[in-house]
């Protein structure tokens, strides 16, 4: 395999809609003894307090959330689509019940010790800037709640600074 290069931001070309929305992307959080990872397909890149950013969703039930809770850092991993299987078994499996590392056949890899996942193509390294719960009364359509979150199970919008973008 290449190794990665670090690329700078305004170089790149990243359609949110398809990376996060069609391909998944992976979210990894934790320390070099202990991380977890898990597919994501919402949340998205944007500019927010004078920064680069990315924000991305996660379930209160999702067992990496507790990573992200107790570290500043994580990753989002993209990939190539033979990497499809791999990203359903992060997506369907907890990291409480095994190694899914191991399960799903990718590894672990880390650059100024946050975790990512190495068979990645294209890495974004986040800085948390903040956490928002997302709540019953914060909708403003009820029909959104209804559809997405009649088991009770809320997301917390987590909004991160990209420090580093990687890519092959």
Sequence with gaps: ???FETIPIDLV???PFTKIGKEWGVVTAGTKTK???MTISWGGVGVLWGKNVVFVFIRDSRYTKEFMDRNEFFSVSFFSKEYRAALNYLGSH???DGD???ESGLTPAYRHSIP????GNFIL???KLSATRITEDSFLKSNLKEKWYQDGDMHTMYI???IDVLAR
């Design 100 to 102: 899914k590392f191991a």
């Design 1 to 3: 395999m290449h190794t």
């Design 160 to 162: 991160a600074e990209i």
């Design 116 to 119: 990512y996942i190495d068979e």
């Design 125 to 127: 390294l986040c800085s």
């Design 13 to 15: 070309e990243f359609n």
């Design 94 to 96: 907890s990291g409480r």
């Design 35 to 37: 991380a977890n990872a």
